[in-house]
């Protein structure tokens, strides 16, 4: 009979601090919030890369002409790219997790 009580005393035990870690797990998890970023995206991505080439390419056309136009689009796109990424990294380093 006492063999009993003390199994029926670490199982009550064992539930208890099941319930407690639940508790604990989901408080915690509940206080983070997760940002979207808005800086992220397919959209804003092709928005940037073809505002570049396109001034890239104006830029190139008075220049080089058509050839030159060609190679500013390019340069354009590339550096529209370039600040995608930083904006996208710049909103993750302000709003951290």
Do not use: W
């Not at 604990?24 to 940037?48: L, P, V, Y």
């Amino acid at each position: 009979m006492n063999r009993q009580r003390a199994k029926h005393l670490m199982s009550l035990l064992l539930a208890a601090c099941l319930l407690l870690v639940t508790f604990a797990i989901s408080t915690d998890a509940a206080q983070r919030r997760h940002h979207r970023n808005r800086e992220a995206g397919k959209k804003k991505a092709a928005k940037r890369i073809g505002v570049g080439a396109a001034i890239g390419a104006a830029a190139g056309g008075l220049i080089g002409g058509r050839k030159g136009a060609v190679i500013g689009a390019g340069a354009g796109a590339a550096g529209g790219g370039a600040y995608h990424v930083h904006k996208k990294r710049q909103y993750r380093r302000r709003h951290p997790r």
